[in-house]
């Protein structure tokens, strides 16, 4: 049974910084793209940052780009959402989601349904 955790958030300034982690059991990240996502109050869930399986190629939401980065330690079996200069908007859960078909290929996914694991968020406050 594979379960995915998240951990990291709470409450944090403007402009402060915050680095997630994302655990899983039952399975390896490395083959497989991990996403990160979010979700603010009375919003849909809005993809953020993605590394892909393998090579660990790396894409970002617009909004969070040059401010965010994913990574993915191999040995710890973690993969992780640095947040740098946080704005107020970007308050929300988050939450860490694993995509299980095409392991091993580098794939980019952004959107919610090419995902099939997913944790149950940490919520994230930035307060200006």
């Known amino acids: 049974q594979v379960q995915v955790v998240e951990s990291g958030g709470g409450l944090v300034q403007a402009g402060g910084s915050l680095r997630l982690s994302c655990a899983a059991s039952?399975?390896?990240?490395?083959?497989?793209?991990t996403g990160w996502f979010r979700q603010a109050p009375g919003k849909e869930r809005e993809f953020v940052a993605v590394?892909?399986?393998?090579?660990?190629?790396?894409h970002y939401a617009d909004s969070v780009k040059g401010r965010f980065a994913i990574s993915r330690d191999n040995a710890k079996n973690t993969v992780y959402l640095q947040m740098n200069s946080l704005k107020s908007e970007d308050t929300a859960v988050y939450f860490c989601a694993v995509a299980r078909a095409n392991p091993y290929t580098g794939l980019i996914n952004t959107k919610i349904h090419e995902y099939d694991y997913w944790g149950q968020g940490t919520q994230v406050t930035v307060s200006s």
């Open positions: 039952g399975l390896t990240f490395a083959p497989y793209t």
């Open positions: 590394i892909s399986g393998s090579s660990g190629r790396t």
